[in-house]
């Protein structure tokens, strides 16, 4: 099976810009759930889709929003882009038979 | 005020030598997850614990629900085995994560 695949790996914007992130969960799985990862707060949990529904919410404001589609792929989108926006971003699935994430590898994203 | 608490920050170890990294954490959990990323940002999932212990190869991981504590012990270390260790625990509709604990094993 392939694993979790993230496109673009690396993005770079500059402030204002809005940016989508792409994910695409390994075949059969029906939850993505989302992170950024930065070096001054780690990792922290964005949001979490399931059977195209936003099943969960981290502490994010309004401007970082997701959607699932049919398939199961999940897009993420960052709107007005911060400085403080630039990090990693990681989406991961998760399969409901063995209750275990596997994670893509990540978008760099950096704003200028 | 950190949900999540692990410790050591950073650790280095000659290879062979049984590590422990702790982690303990101020919320009702469900869930509790011990995850390896490598350098370069891929991240694996070790495990996921609500009770008990899990074993996978090397890898040990214990929790203690009543005094909110869990261990990741590594047997035999080795290089391949650097890498930061993130615990994380997930609670209603949040997850909270560890700082990391950052691990080289030196040969």
């Known amino acids: 099976k392939a694993g979790v695949t993230q496109t673009p790996r690396y993005l770079i914007k500059t402030r204002g810009q809005q940016v989508t992130l792409s994910c695409s969960p390994i075949?059969?799985?029906?939850?993505v759930s989302w992170y950024q990862q930065t070096p001054g707060q780690g990792l922290q949990f964005l949001f979490e889709y399931f059977s195209e529904t936003q099943r969960n919410k981290g502490n994010f404001p309004g401007r970082f929003s997701g959607r699932q589609f049919s398939n199961s792929r999940s897009e993420m989108n960052v709107s007005t882009l911060e400085l403080g926006d630039s990090a990693l971003y990681l989406c991961?699935?998760?399969?409901?038979?063995?209750?275990?994430?596997?994670f893509g590898p990540g978008t760099r994203l950096t704003v200028l | 005020k950190n949900e999540v608490e692990q410790s050591p920050q950073n650790l280095t170890a000659q290879e062979g030598e049984f590590i422990t990294i702790n982690c303990s954490y101020s919320?009702?959990?469900?869930?509790l997850h011990w995850l390896q990323q490598h350098p370069g940002g891929g991240i694996v999932s070790l495990f996921m614990l609500s009770s008990g212990k899990k074993k996978h190869g090397r890898l040990i991981a214990t929790i203690n629900i009543q005094e909110k504590h869990s261990s990741l012990h590594i047997t035999a270390s080795h290089p391949r085995d650097s890498a930061v260790y993130i615990c994380a625990v997930s609670e209603s509709n949040q997850f909270y994560f560890g700082t990391g604990t950052s691990l080289t094993v030196i040969p």
């Open positions: 919320v009702g959990i469900s869930a």
């Open positions: 991961a699935s998760r399969s409901t038979v063995v209750d275990t994430q596997y």
């Open positions: 075949s059969g799985h029906r939850s």
